[in-house]
Protein backbone atom coordinates (compact mmCIF):
# COMPACT_ATOMS: atom_id res chain seq x y z
CA UNK A 1 0.00 0.00 0.00
CA UNK A 2 1.07 3.07 -0.74
CA UNK A 3 -0.08 6.77 0.29
CA UNK A 4 1.60 9.78 -1.57
CA UNK A 5 1.81 13.09 0.03
CA UNK A 6 1.95 16.16 -2.35
CA UNK A 7 4.25 18.99 -1.79
CA UNK A 8 1.51 21.68 -2.72
CA UNK A 9 -1.28 19.50 -0.66
CA UNK A 10 1.38 19.90 2.31
CA UNK A 11 0.68 22.77 5.99
CA UNK A 12 2.19 26.18 5.03
CA UNK A 13 3.31 29.41 7.28
CA UNK A 14 5.04 32.23 6.34
CA UNK A 15 6.99 34.75 8.73
CA UNK A 16 9.34 36.74 6.48
CA UNK A 17 11.98 35.30 8.11
CA UNK A 18 10.55 31.65 7.82
CA UNK A 19 9.05 29.80 5.02
CA UNK A 20 8.07 26.16 6.51
CA UNK A 21 6.07 23.66 4.48
CA UNK A 22 4.70 20.68 7.48
CA UNK A 23 4.40 17.04 6.06
CA UNK A 24 2.20 16.61 9.34
CA UNK A 25 -0.11 18.38 11.45
CA UNK A 26 2.21 21.25 12.93
CA UNK A 27 1.18 24.51 15.29
CA UNK A 28 -1.52 25.97 13.78
CA UNK A 29 -1.95 23.48 10.79
CA UNK A 30 -3.95 20.44 11.68
CA UNK A 31 -5.29 17.89 9.25
CA UNK A 32 -6.49 14.83 11.07
CA UNK A 33 -5.30 12.68 7.98
CA UNK A 34 -1.74 13.82 8.51
CA UNK A 35 -1.20 13.54 12.59
CA UNK A 36 2.25 11.76 11.96
CA UNK A 37 3.61 8.37 10.54
CA UNK A 38 4.61 5.52 12.55
CA UNK A 39 7.16 7.04 15.04
CA UNK A 40 7.34 10.45 12.47
CA UNK A 41 5.54 13.06 14.43
CA UNK A 42 7.07 15.77 12.82
CA UNK A 43 8.88 16.74 9.35
CA UNK A 44 8.78 20.40 8.26
CA UNK A 45 10.57 21.58 5.26
CA UNK A 46 11.89 25.48 6.46
CA UNK A 47 13.73 28.15 4.91
CA UNK A 48 15.36 30.64 7.25
CA UNK A 49 16.50 34.14 5.76
CA UNK A 50 20.31 35.07 6.78
CA UNK A 51 20.87 35.82 10.58
CA UNK A 52 17.38 34.80 11.43
CA UNK A 53 16.21 31.82 13.85
CA UNK A 54 14.75 30.20 16.54
CA UNK A 55 15.48 31.81 19.87
CA UNK A 56 15.74 29.43 22.76
CA UNK A 57 13.26 27.39 23.34
CA UNK A 58 12.37 24.09 25.06
CA UNK A 59 11.35 20.11 23.99
CA UNK A 60 10.85 16.64 25.92
CA UNK A 61 10.90 13.22 25.20
CA UNK A 62 11.42 13.63 21.39
CA UNK A 63 14.16 12.40 18.80
CA UNK A 64 14.91 15.82 16.72
CA UNK A 65 17.06 14.99 13.60
CA UNK A 66 18.11 18.11 11.16
CA UNK A 67 19.30 17.40 8.17
CA UNK A 68 21.06 20.97 6.25
CA UNK A 69 19.99 20.72 2.30
CA UNK A 70 21.85 23.94 1.70
CA UNK A 71 23.30 26.66 3.96
CA UNK A 72 24.29 26.24 7.56
CA UNK A 73 22.66 26.32 11.02
CA UNK A 74 24.03 27.33 14.24
CA UNK A 75 22.62 25.40 17.17
CA UNK A 76 23.39 25.92 21.15
CA UNK A 77 21.51 24.22 23.80
CA UNK A 78 21.51 23.58 27.65
CA UNK A 79 23.32 20.58 27.54
CA UNK A 80 26.60 22.47 26.09
CA UNK A 81 26.66 22.16 22.43
CA UNK A 82 27.69 24.68 20.14
CA UNK A 83 28.23 23.43 16.43
CA UNK A 84 27.42 24.64 13.41
CA UNK A 85 25.30 21.87 10.82
CA UNK A 86 26.66 21.63 7.43
CA UNK A 87 25.48 20.03 4.06
CA UNK A 88 26.21 16.59 4.45
CA UNK A 89 25.99 16.56 8.22
CA UNK A 90 23.24 14.49 10.62
CA UNK A 91 22.24 16.17 13.92
CA UNK A 92 20.42 13.96 16.66
CA UNK A 93 18.85 15.83 19.72
CA UNK A 94 17.53 13.11 22.26
CA UNK A 95 15.51 15.93 24.02
CA UNK A 96 14.51 13.27 26.67
CA UNK A 97 13.54 14.69 30.05
CA UNK A 98 13.84 18.27 28.74
CA UNK A 99 16.58 20.61 26.80
CA UNK A 100 16.18 24.16 25.41
CA UNK A 101 18.16 25.23 22.49
CA UNK A 102 18.37 28.17 19.84
CA UNK A 103 18.43 27.45 15.97
CA UNK A 104 20.31 30.31 13.87
CA UNK A 105 20.90 30.53 10.66
CA UNK A 106 24.93 30.87 10.59
CA UNK A 107 25.14 32.85 7.70
CA UNK A 108 23.89 36.19 7.99
CA UNK A 109 23.34 37.38 3.89
CA UNK A 110 22.59 33.50 2.54
CA UNK A 111 19.77 31.28 2.94
CA UNK A 112 19.28 28.10 4.93
CA UNK A 113 17.75 24.92 3.55
CA UNK A 114 16.77 22.31 5.97
CA UNK A 115 14.89 19.80 7.03
CA UNK A 116 14.07 18.99 10.53
CA UNK A 117 12.06 15.72 11.64
CA UNK A 118 10.75 15.01 15.16
CA UNK A 119 10.09 11.17 16.18
CA UNK A 120 8.94 9.80 19.09
CA UNK A 121 11.63 8.04 21.33
CA UNK A 122 10.96 4.21 22.49
CA UNK A 123 10.69 4.89 26.22
CA UNK A 124 10.36 8.79 28.09
CA UNK A 125 12.28 10.04 30.11
CA UNK A 126 15.50 9.41 28.65
CA UNK A 127 19.27 11.92 29.91
CA UNK A 128 18.95 14.12 27.19
CA UNK A 129 21.88 13.67 24.26
CA UNK A 130 23.14 14.81 21.50
CA UNK A 131 25.11 13.76 18.07
CA UNK A 132 26.21 15.21 14.70
CA UNK A 133 28.48 13.72 12.31
CA UNK A 134 29.12 14.58 8.54
CA UNK A 135 28.46 12.08 5.64
CA UNK A 136 29.95 13.82 2.99
CA UNK A 137 32.37 10.90 2.03
CA UNK A 138 29.93 8.51 2.08
CA UNK A 139 27.36 10.23 -0.31
CA UNK A 140 29.93 11.36 -2.71
CA UNK A 141 30.64 7.67 -3.06
CA UNK A 142 27.36 5.35 -2.32
CA UNK A 143 23.47 5.81 -3.82
CA UNK A 144 22.06 4.71 -0.41
CA UNK A 145 23.60 5.65 2.42
CA UNK A 146 22.36 4.39 6.68
CA UNK A 147 22.87 7.98 8.72
CA UNK A 148 20.72 6.93 11.86
CA UNK A 149 20.23 3.71 13.47
CA UNK A 150 19.13 1.93 16.67
CA UNK A 151 22.25 0.30 17.05
CA UNK A 152 24.37 2.46 15.13
CA UNK A 153 25.76 0.06 12.63
CA UNK A 154 27.79 0.79 9.56
CA UNK A 155 28.69 4.03 11.57
CA UNK A 156 25.63 5.46 11.72
CA UNK A 157 23.86 8.52 14.14
CA UNK A 158 22.25 6.17 17.34
CA UNK A 159 18.98 7.21 17.75
CA UNK A 160 16.24 5.59 20.51
CA UNK A 161 14.10 3.87 18.55
CA UNK A 162 13.14 0.85 16.31
CA UNK A 163 14.01 2.90 12.55
CA UNK A 164 16.82 4.01 10.61
CA UNK A 165 17.07 6.68 8.22
CA UNK A 166 18.82 6.00 5.02
CA UNK A 167 20.14 9.32 2.20
CA UNK A 168 19.72 8.82 -1.34
CA UNK A 169 21.83 10.76 -3.72
CA UNK A 170 20.88 9.33 -7.01
CA UNK A 171 22.46 10.58 -10.37
CA UNK A 172 20.80 10.95 -13.69
CA UNK A 173 18.87 7.51 -15.58
CA UNK A 174 20.17 5.62 -11.91
CA UNK A 175 18.09 2.67 -10.34
CA UNK A 176 18.08 1.64 -6.93
CA UNK A 177 16.49 -1.68 -5.50
CA UNK A 178 15.75 -1.19 -1.37
CA UNK A 179 14.70 -4.97 0.27
CA UNK A 180 11.55 -3.65 1.66
CA UNK A 181 10.28 -5.79 4.31
CA UNK A 182 6.52 -6.21 4.83
CA UNK A 183 6.64 -6.26 8.44
CA UNK A 184 7.57 -2.62 8.46
CA UNK A 185 6.15 0.61 7.20
CA UNK A 186 8.65 3.56 5.16
CA UNK A 187 8.46 6.74 4.32
CA UNK A 188 10.04 8.28 1.41
CA UNK A 189 10.50 12.41 1.37
CA UNK A 190 12.20 14.12 -2.15
CA UNK A 191 14.16 16.94 -1.24
CA UNK A 192 15.80 17.24 -4.46
CA UNK A 193 15.01 16.41 -8.47
CA UNK A 194 12.28 13.70 -9.08
CA UNK A 195 12.10 10.45 -8.72
CA UNK A 196 9.98 7.31 -9.45
CA UNK A 197 9.07 4.78 -7.52
CA UNK A 198 7.97 1.00 -8.17
CA UNK A 199 7.28 2.29 -11.79
CA UNK A 200 4.26 3.66 -10.80
CA UNK A 201 4.22 6.68 -8.33
CA UNK A 202 6.21 10.14 -9.71
CA UNK A 203 7.64 11.70 -6.67
CA UNK A 204 9.23 15.57 -7.24
CA UNK A 205 11.03 17.67 -4.68
CA UNK A 206 8.46 18.33 -1.46
CA UNK A 207 6.14 15.22 -1.86
CA UNK A 208 6.26 12.24 0.47
CA UNK A 209 5.53 8.80 0.05
CA UNK A 210 4.13 6.21 3.01
CA UNK A 211 4.84 2.48 2.07
CA UNK A 212 2.86 -0.37 3.83
CA UNK A 213 2.77 -4.12 3.75
CA UNK A 214 5.30 -3.47 0.66
CA UNK A 215 8.26 -6.63 0.02
CA UNK A 216 10.66 -4.42 -2.42
CA UNK A 217 11.11 -0.56 -3.64
CA UNK A 218 12.68 0.70 -7.11
CA UNK A 219 13.40 3.92 -7.35
CA UNK A 220 14.35 5.52 -10.55
CA UNK A 221 15.36 8.82 -11.79
CA UNK A 222 16.29 10.50 -14.70
CA UNK A 223 17.23 13.62 -14.10
CA UNK A 224 18.95 12.84 -10.42
CA UNK A 225 16.86 12.84 -7.56
CA UNK A 226 17.60 13.40 -3.45
CA UNK A 227 15.66 11.47 -0.65
CA UNK A 228 15.48 10.95 2.95
CA UNK A 229 14.12 6.97 2.92
CA UNK A 230 12.65 6.47 7.08
CA UNK A 231 12.30 1.88 7.89
CA UNK A 232 9.71 2.20 10.51
CA UNK A 233 8.06 0.05 13.01
CA UNK A 234 4.50 -0.63 12.28
CA UNK A 235 1.55 1.23 12.80
CA UNK A 236 -1.70 0.01 14.16
CA UNK A 237 -4.44 0.49 11.19
Known amino acids: MFFKRPSLERGHSHLGWLDSYFSFSFADYYDPKYRGFSVLRVINEDRIQGGEGFPTHGHKDMEIITYIISGALEHKDTMGNSTVILPGDIQRMSAGSGVEHSEYNHHKDQLTHLLQIW ?34 RLGSVRIHQDSEVYVAQLKADKKLEFPANPDRDYWLQVYKGQVVVND ?33 PPEKR
Do not use: M, W
Not at 125 to 142: C, M, R, V
Open 200 to 232: EFILNSGDGLGVCKENHLLFFTTEGAEFLLFDL
Open 119 to 152: RFPHVKGLKPSYEQKSFKKEFASQDLTLVLSQSG
